[in-house]
């Protein structure tokens, strides 16, 4: 294990997670962690770059790792496990291992957890994929999705949707000024009471589906997204770290980095300032950043070296270098649109 990169918020190691979790160093912060939010090497029928397992032996690996993150979380803490769609090779059918990989890990008795929710984040921008059925044999749409996981060990996970607020919309704002609102059955069976949607929340509640904004090089980066808590800022091109690495002629900027807007909403929904997120699979480091941003401790581990020297890239981020005081962005901005 190399402890490789050191901040005021963070440590990130190099190594394999499985292994580095159960080291001495890391037995003394077990049952301290607040949140596990992270993409593992996805379960692919071919291997990437960065040494995806496949078929059964993922699934056996995967489902191992469940008590290992169980046993560092607090007894109120969740882990976030986001998962893209997989393919068979070669055949226009959907796999099954990302789904048989969810049940083998929340399932895994020597873990108990279990499922809170499943969130799912629509890209638009996605290229289409997969490529051979959707553009040339034009029988398959386009695969633009990834499902996030939500698993605790309690019931009751600490979690707060007042903290995501999105903004209200112009219509509700309408509503709340005019304090008229039309009561009654509804077809679905629900009856709204006349006062139900009168009293100002500071914003409405999130729903468990978010879309990334479609990448616009005209407009201003925003990090990690302040307005509108599930409308995704798409910042994967054209943020700090990515200009930072064209600049310094990087060839490879982690492939598969997550949506900083993602990794923001639920360290803002599931823990407080002050508490430990831990990204097991960090690569580029997006949570540690987005973690640092937001007033927490960050710890983590990443098997490639190379994508511990560009998680030190964001950290150079002015935004965070001059950040007085970490803010609660959701809450601060659900009124100002
Ligand atoms: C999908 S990427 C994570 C990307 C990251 N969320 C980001 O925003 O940059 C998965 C990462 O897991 C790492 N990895 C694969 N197997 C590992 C293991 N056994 N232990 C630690 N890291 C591993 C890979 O090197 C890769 O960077």
Redesign the pocket.
């Known amino acids: 294990m190399i402890l490789a990169q050191r901040t005021k918020s963070g440590r990130y190691y190099v190594g394999?997670?499985?292994t580095i979790l159960d080291c001495r160093a890391f037995r003394s912060l077990r049952g301290k962690i607040q949140l596990i939010l992270?993409?593992?090497?996805?379960p692919l029928n071919e291997k990437k770059s960065?040494?995806n397992m496949t078929g059964d032996k993922y699934l056996e690996w995967f489902a191992n790792l469940a008590p290992i993150f169980a046993e560092m979380l607090t007894g109120d803490g969740s882990i976030l496990i986001e998962m893209g769609n997989g393919w068979e090779p070669q055949r226009p059918v959907q796999s099954l291992l990302p789904l048989k990989s969810l049940m083998s890990f929340v399932e895994n008795e020597r873990a108990g957890l279990r499922l809170i929710q499943q969130f799912v984040c629509y890209n638009p921008s996605r290229l289409p994929s997969p490529a051979q059925w959707v553009t040339v044999n034009r029988i398959r749409t386009v695969d633009s999705f990834t499902n996030i996981w939500w698993m605790a060990k309690s019931d009751f996970p600490k979690a707060d949707n007042s903290k995501v607020l999105r903004p209200y919309s112009d219509s509700m704002i309408r509503l709340l000024d005019k304090k008229d609102f039309n009561s009654g059955k509804r077809p679905s069976g629900h009856d709204i009471s006349s006062s139900a949607f009168l009293r100002d929340c500071g914003g409405s509640i999130a729903h468990n589906f978010f879309e990334v904004e479609s990448m616009d090089s005209n407009r201003d980066v925003r990090l990690p997204d302040p307005f509108n808590a599930f409308s995704l800022s798409n910042t994967i091109s054209n943020d700090f770290f990515a200009r930072t690495c064209k600049e310094r002629g990087i060839k490879k900027p982690?492939p598969?980095?997550?949506q900083m807007g993602l990794a923001a909403f639920f360290i803002q929904y599931l823990t407080d300032r002050g508490d430990w997120v831990l990204?097991?699979?960090?690569?580029?480091?997006?949570?540690g950043y987005a973690s640092a941003r937001l007033g927490r401790k960050w710890l983590a581990?990443?098997?490639?070296e190379e994508?511990v020297e560009q998680s030190k890239i964001r950290f150079e981020d002015p935004a965070l270098v001059n950040l007085k005081e970490p803010t609660n962005e959701y809450q601060q901005t659900a009124h100002s649109n």
Not at 279 to 287: E, I, K, L, M, R
Not at 301 to 304: E, R, V
């Open positions: 394999q997670s499985e992270t993409s593992p090497p996805f960065y040494g982690h598969a980095r997550m990204d097991p699979f960090a690569g580029s480091n997006t949570t581990i990443d098997a490639k994508y």
